[in-house]
């Protein structure tokens, strides 16, 4: 059967014409290509722990998950994700009424933005983002409105100016997206700031969707503080966690939300039509990945601090500029004092230049220019890659 098509018309839908190939597929497509370090994407380069792989594989071979698994996710990883939340923060959370399990992050930022944006609505987000942000706004209809975070260079990190983030609430604003530990700027925010952004929340009676997939990952004495955890907050919030950057499973897909009934059987009705249920056996292995003690957390800590402070110090060394995240396993740097200001072009030549691959943090911004000068790199790879990743870099740029 032939498929006829107006030329006339252009295939893909006009919410989506300003979004090509993600700049993760062409970064990873050009490490492949030249052999560079892949620093850009944010996967690690060993698996997790191996009782939690053991786990999937047990419930592989029981049979548990094999087939589809429970709408809202299967009862233990619910009733892990509610303990954890307890455990870690305080927080009480009802997993039958107030957990829904999503193929990761990702789609549970896509089904909260689905079902609690209407067309026209506006949503206000820290710039730079992560890019499923911008589509998944455009999809539900909405307007994004960024309010950028600024680098402050005397003390190496980047600040919300929180003047800026009131005078962008406006009588449309529904939503407001905000991501601690920051992605890909590393910056936490402050209990300070959390507090401001709750007040502004319920003075102007907004919802607020959080992605906290990196609430385990935070150094220097930075605290995660849970927006939920504020006042005013625990009916209006809808959390996002993910078990791939904290176990370093990211394949596996499994992400949550919690949030109050309403909110989370509001994102299920959207979560239902992407992809229904996930990721059955390794739902299993989560729920117990989630009760591993407080030596497992703070070991993985630890580490990727080691790596933190090993990366930054050979980027430093090569020239650039860095700002030294707090959170996350990024680092954003400044190109600017190695001569150059165009972070795409900076990335597309890297390869070639340096055997190494980064990201452009303009592809983050509604704002290019302000993300124009800076470049992210992954820190979440072994110990003898960022050595020799940071030897290659040194060696490129004169260091």
Not at 138 to 163: H, K, Q, S, Y
Not at 339 to 356: I, K, T, W, Y
């Amino acid at each position: 059967m032939t498929v006829m098509t107006s030329t006339a018309r252009p295939l893909l839908n006009r919410r989506l014409t300003e979004f090509g190939t993600t700049i993760f597929a062409e970064m990873s497509a050009l490490a492949a290509r030249t052999g560079a370090i892949n620093l850009g994407q944010g996967f690690p380069d060993t698996d997790g722990p191996e009782e939690v792989r053991e786990a999937a594989v047990r419930a592989l071979r029981d049979g548990r998950g094999n087939q589809y698994p429970p709408g809202p996710g299967v009862p233990e990883l619910r009733t892990a994700i509610a303990e954890h939340q307890r455990r870690r923060y305080g927080l009480a959370v009802d997993p039958d009424t107030e957990v829904l399990v999503t193929a990761g992050a990702t789609e549970a930022i896509a089904a909260a933005l689905l079902a609690l944006v209407e067309p026209g609505d506006e949503v206000v987000a820290l710039e730079p983002y992560y890019d499923s942000y911008a589509a998944c706004v455009a999809l539900a209809g909405g307007t994004r409105v960024p309010v950028t975070l600024r680098p402050d260079p005397a003390e190496a990190r980047f600040r919300l100016d929180l003047d800026e983030l009131r005078d962008a609430v406006t009588d449309r604003t529904r939503l407001l997206l905000i991501n601690t530990p920051h992605n890909p700027t590393g910056t936490v925010l402050t209990r300070a700031e959390l507090t401001a952004i709750a007040e502004l929340a319920v003075e102007r009676d907004l919802l607020v969707v959080t992605d906290e997939v990196y609430e385990h990952l935070v150094f220097d004495g930075a605290e995660h503080v849970p927006l939920a955890t504020l006042p005013g907050m625990r009916e209006r919030t809808v959390t996002i966690g993910s078990a791939g950057k904290t176990f370093s499973f990211t394949g596996w897909k499994v992400g949550w939300v919690t949030a109050a009934p309403a909110l989370v059987s509001a994102v299920r009705s959207a979560k239902q039509f992407l992809t229904y249920v996930s990721a059955g056996p390794f739902q299993y292995a989560v729920a117990e990945a989630l009760a591993l003690p407080d030596a497992y957390f703070d070991g993985f800590r630890a580490d990727l601090l080691a790596k933190r402070d090993l990366l930054a110090a050979g980027l430093a060394d090569a020239g650039f500029g860095v700002f030294r995240p707090a959170g996350t396993y990024f680092v954003t740097t400044d190109i600017r004092p190695l001569g150059e200001s165009d972070g795409f072009a900076f990335c597309r030549a890297l390869p070639e230049r340096a055997g190494v691959v980064a990201i452009p943090n303009a592809v983050f911004y509604d704002h290019r220019e302000a993300g124009a000068p800076f470049v992210r790199f992954a820190f979440c790879k072994r110990t003898e890659v960022l050595t020799d990743a940071a030897g290659r870099l040194r060696k490129a740029f004169g260091g």
